[in-house]
């Protein structure tokens, strides 16, 4: 099997602030999470108004996608052939807790569809896909912590089997106000290596 994929871009959002290819893009002092992506959307020109019916890990995904795909200069009115892995620690945690909430109030009990709808880890994935009409395969993996080479061996396969011409892997982790987005694509072409001493650079810059 080839090896030989290339890391052609990268983006992380995490201790307020958001960074492509390593370069700062956006930095705020907001201390809670909604503040601080509210305020990073307005400011990056995301333009996506069902942004703001998302729950915070789908915003988190999506932002840091965004970011990094809208440089790519993509055609979104035509299919794009990447698919997506990504993994997290906490699943959808922190929006079960908010359903939770909203069913063991028996005084005003009402289990909500908007919310009920994000408590998947890998609904945020379905955005991403609208916007950039990415339809080639997708998963959702949960560790302990970011698994550089499970990402590798994943994104490998489907490359090598031509199942994508590109993937778009990562890591998309939000549990109350601690929060770490970081996704790079992998190609077929490039400079640098997609391995593991690579990524995990990447991801600890």
Known sequence: MNSSY????????????????GNLVFENEAEIFSD?????????DTNYSKFF??????????????????????????ENDIAIVFSNKASSLDT????????QDTENYYPSPSVFVYTL?????????????LYSENSFFIFDSFNAQHL????????????ANSVLCGWVELDGEHYEGFLYLVTKTG????????LLKLYNS
């Open 6 to 21: 290339y890391i052609k871009s990268f983006c992380s959002i995490k201790n307020n602030k958001i960074s492509l290819n």
């Open 152 to 163: 590798l061996n994943y994104a490998t396969s489907l490359l090598a089997n031509n199942k």
């Open 191 to 198: 400079i640098t290596l997609h391995n593991n001493q690579n």
């Open 36 to 44: 601080f992506i509210k305020t990073a959307y307005k400011s990056l």
């Open 53 to 78: 019916k998302m729950d915070a890990l789908s915003k988190l995904a999506f932002l840091t996608a965004d970011v990094l795909l809208k440089n790519e200069k993509l055609d979104v009115t035509q």
């Open 121 to 133: 880890p890998n609904i945020c994935i379905g955005e991403i896909c609208i916007k950039y009409k």
């Open 96 to 103: 079960d807790r908010k359903y939770q909430e909203s069913i």
